[in-house]
């Protein structure tokens, strides 16, 4: 969530960074009441509401779909297998889970 957050300030605040380089690298210094000011903000609000649009569509492209199960990060034989999705008609360990006793009992 933090990486996400970062990338939103990011792309707000690059229009911003880029006025200021091209500002320090030209030659004349516009006016104090000449500087863009509203149409970077604009520019800076716009990238942020596409970079949240593009983080939304990549996260859904890597979400599972109807009939997927998720199965969790293991640690099989000392190596990490990362989670992923299969489908729930070849899902191995779907059967296997067994209630253990006493997590029906009311605490």
Not at 16 to 41: E, K, N, V
Not at 77 to 92: C, L, T, Y
Request: aromatic share 6%; proline share 9%; charged share 20%.
């Amino acid at each position: 969530m933090i990486r996400i957050t970062l990338i939103e300030i990011a792309s707000f605040l690059l229009p911003f960074a880029l006025f200021m380089i091209w500002q320090r690298l030209s030659s004349g210094r516009p006016d104090a009441g000449r500087l863009p000011t509203l149409r970077l903000a604009a520019a800076g609000a716009g990238l942020a509401v596409i970079m949240m649009l593009v983080l939304v569509v990549f996260d859904a492209s890597r979400a599972g779909h109807a009939g997927e199960r998720y199965v969790p990060p293991q640690n099989i034989d000392g190596r990490i297998v990362p989670g992923h999705f299969v489908p729930a008609e070849e899902d191995e360990t779907a059967g296997d889970i067994e209630p253990t006793p006493g997590d029906d009992d009311p605490q």
